[in-house]
């Protein structure tokens, strides 16, 4: 395959690309090319200020009374107000609070409960195989408590496997490993008409393509505040209930924060209304003021477009860095595992090689072009070990595309990769 694509090409693009005063917003550091961000956003400019103002002044010198006077009390709410928007949800309907992991035990407890009441012959939850483990390890540990099964699946057996016996489909989106996109309308329905309850991880979809919460008439969504959002390291996450769902159960984190009246003290707990009470105990401000800073971008994204604009970006990246690499890396043993369909594609390419992807990570780390390795299954089943490549239109740019496998192709051609220092694991990968 060849490409008449060049580097200029490439910049001329970004000239001409509305959404390229966006990358200002972002601690981006000039030589790096950062293909990471659906695993750790990069750092908006703000969140240092914003951050140290927090620390400074509305702690260091108001202390308690910021509680009140700089509104930290319902700053989960406001910040999934602001975050609503990207995901297809309405004003009141989302909170930023806890981890991705801990809102999922919270979400799909109460999918199961709600479930077995209606049925109680439902005993099963079905999700994908290659779903990210947490997800996986969080229902595990349900079923274990409750006497319930796990019933794990590849996608195109997600319509046979959506029997009478199911309580809840708990899916991810899209896939952390290969980047492939699940219509959730559709998915949604069929599970619907089955009289089963959906559970949606949006980790690698918020902020990173359109998703419509209630278009879809979803049930229980979770997601994350650290990849594309952009909050920082380990940044409270976001969870979403139907309206028509969310005054129906408790969640099983019953705190002092989800009750209707926290600071009357009572002994009995009852919960707040609405999506409230999906909040559990005293929320950290100070990360909750960094995942604020990366909300901002994407309210300044409006303006240019939103998340729509976003999207087409993002697709023309991840087109261009598919071409590219098929015409400039071609004869190395490098495969596609994300979907080439648009309608079936997240914002993110992962390609597969039999030997050495790790090493070929690390070499290009070592250039200052960030992506990740993600590990396949040895060979057992239908999983390779993945190179995988996150692409942000908030801050990457279609030069940073060339640049990228220019330096993948030189690392393929020199052999760079096999040298001993690169084929080192380290802890995170
Ligand atoms: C990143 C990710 C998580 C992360 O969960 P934490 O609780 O933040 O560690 C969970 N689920 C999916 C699908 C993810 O991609």
Known sequence: MTTSITLQDCQARDAADPLAPLRAHFALPADTIYLDG??????????????????????GNDLIRSWNSASWFDLPQRL????APLIGAGPGEVV????????LYKVLSAALNMAREDSPARRRIVSERSNFPTDLYIAEGLCRERGLELVLIEPEEIPAALTADVAVLMLTHVNYRTG????MAAVTAAAHAAGIL????????????????????????????YKYLNGGPGAPAFVWVHPRHADRFWQPLSGWWGHAAPFQFTPDYQPAPGITR?????????????????????????????????RQKSLALTDLFIELVEARCAGHGLGLATPREHAQRGSQVCLT????????VQALIARNVIGDFRKGDGGAGRHKDILRF????????FADVWNAVEHLRQVLDTAEWQRPEFNQQHAVT
């Open 180 to 183: 492939a996109m699940h219509d």
């Open 353 to 360: 090689r039999d030997i050495g992807a790790y090493a070929i």
């Open 198 to 225: 959906t559970v949606w991880d949006l980790a690698h979809s918020a902020g990173a393509v359109p998703v419509d919460l209630n278009g879809a008439g979803a049930d229980f969504s979770i997601g994350c505040g």
């Open 38 to 59: 659906n695993s750790l956003g990069v750092a908006p400019r703000a969140a240092a200020e914003r951050v140290a103002q927090v620390v400074k002044q509305e702690w």
């Open 80 to 83: 999934g107000d602001q975050l």
């Open 278 to 310: 999906y909040l559990c105990g005293t929320q950290p401000i100070i990360s909750l003021s960094a995942l604020q800073c990366g909300l901002d971008v994407f309210t300044a994204a409006q303006a240019l477009g939103g998340m729509q604009a976003l």
């Open 96 to 103: 930023c609070t806890d981890s991705t992991s801990i809102n």
């Open 390 to 397: 996150g692409f942000t239109p908030l801050y990457v740019g």
